[in-house]
């Protein structure tokens, strides 16, 4: 029997991890340093931040964007890059407030400038409202309002990246689902680090390969103030969910199979996809300027048939007048 | 006696009977796999080969994202 008695591989304090796929037992204090080093070594393998880079964090208030936002702060001082919040409200009852005071409680411990976006103050509805007057299920309008305050935020600030908190198996979740769909150039956008394009920002992921249960692990054992909920939308019976665990069972019986996933999606994912036939879609809405596959984008698109009107450029001059000086 | 779990965000109270068992076993009889939970009890995070005694109370926090 190993526990209680099982120690730190790094010194003689009790362990409370085990890191399979290293072979490792860790203490607290070995393994929120640990984890902090696996994202740097992910910056630093796939170039994600450079010293006087400016990156918006897009932190939701979850145990993933709240490790996100923990560790890039940390390693802003040592890398000697600049780090500023964006929180987008989405106006969901009994969730959003919630996850806005957890966002706001370690932003201000942390010193780290905050932008929050709230939709009832941008576009006078909910994210609710928006869907029910769209007509489009909740989870796809939160994913084109999010999408696109992250891009129109980052462009108005003058931010160099945006990071969001996907990790690993949010990935593997995302590459599996296309592979099972058979949609191949989803997989070149499941990379490290997308490329800026005309109207879009360069979008980083820090926690690439970062396991689900890593980033709970950290947010418990440093104390973050992390919502542990589940938004009322979520669909519990997504293939996503079924992939992620049927993938964390492999996890378990065959250890760094993720890793390995990762690091060769990395490296392929743009040579699996027909990316000219994609790149050839991609254009600026005609309304606010920002990418589009269209002669509108979706955001532009959904606010019309919300509230009458594309909302693109108004939403623009709106943030733009928010994040002046926000990296001084 | 039982083996009292708590399934946090899904604040779920589950009762499992049978005796000490490890945390791993414990997770495997709720069909979860040690990717997929953080196990505390008395509100210290407990490794896998740990033994939860009969009449413990454990809190199994799910990793899997809400949003």
Redesign the interface.
């Known amino acids: 029997m190993l526990s209680p008695e099982a120690k730190c591989s790094f010194c003689r304090r009790e362990a409370v991890a085990r890191i399979a796929y290293a072979k490792l037992l860790l203490c607290e204090e070995h393994y929120i340093e640990y984890i902090r080093n696996k994202v740097r070594r992910t910056i630093l393998r796939y170039n994600l931040a450079n010293r006087g880079d400016k990156i918006l964090l897009a932190v939701s208030g979850g145990k993933d964007s709240l490790t996100l936002l923990d560790i890039m702060y940390a390693l802003s001082q040592e890398m000697r890059f600049s780090v500023a919040v964006l929180h987008i409200d989405l106006g969901i009852e009994g969730y959003s407030e919630q996850l806005k005071h957890s966002v706001e409680s370690h932003t201000q411990k942390l010193g780290v400038p905050l932008i929050t976006l709230s939709l009832r103050d941008i576009l006078g509805v909910t994210l609710p409202q928006l869907s029910k007057r769209s007509r489009r299920p909740p989870c796809s309008v939160c994913g084109i309002v999010k999408r696109y305050l992250m891009n129109a935020c980052a462009i108005e600030s003058g931010a160099t990246a945006v990071a969001t908190g996907h990790t690993a198996d949010d990935v593997i979740a995302y590459a599996i689902k296309s592979f099972i769909l058979q949609d191949y150039s989803s997989l070149s956008k499941l990379v490290p680090k997308t490329k800026a394009l005309q109207g879009a920002i360069s979008r980083i992921r820090p926690l690439y390969e970062v396991y689900e249960r890593e980033t709970l692990l950290y947010s418990v054992l440093k104390r973050l103030p992390f919502h542990h909920g589940m938004c009322p939308y979520v669909v519990r019976n997504s293939l996503e969910r079924h992939v992620k665990r049927f993938f964390n069972q492999i996890e378990e019986l065959f250890p760094s199979t993720k890793i390995s996933f990762l690091r060769r999606l990395a490296k392929h994912a743009e040579t699996l996809t027909p990316v000219e036939t994609e790149r050839k879609s991609i254009r600026t809405c005609d309304v606010c300027g920002l990418i589009a596959s269209d002669h509108k984008c979706s955001f532009c698109k959904v606010t019309e048939s919300a509230v009458g009107m594309p909302l693109g450029r108004e939403v623009r001059d709106y943030i733009s007048s928010m994040v002046k000086e926000i990296w001084s | 006696m039982v083996i009292k779990v708590r399934i946090?965000?899904?604040n779920k109270e589950v009762e499992v009977r049978g005796g000490n068992r490890r945390v791993r076993e414990l997770l495997k009889e709720l069909g979860l796999?040690?990717?997929?939970?953080?196990v505390?009890k008395n509100g210290?995070?407990?490794?896998?080969?740990?033994?939860v005694k009969d009449g413990e109370s454990v809190e199994v926090?799910l990793?899997?994202?809400?949003?």
Not at chain 2, 33 to 38: C, H, P
Request: charged share 30%.
């Open positions: 946090v965000p899904e796999s040690l990717e997929e939970a953080v505390v210290r995070v407990v490794l896998d080969d740990e033994v926090l990793a899997v994202s809400g949003g």
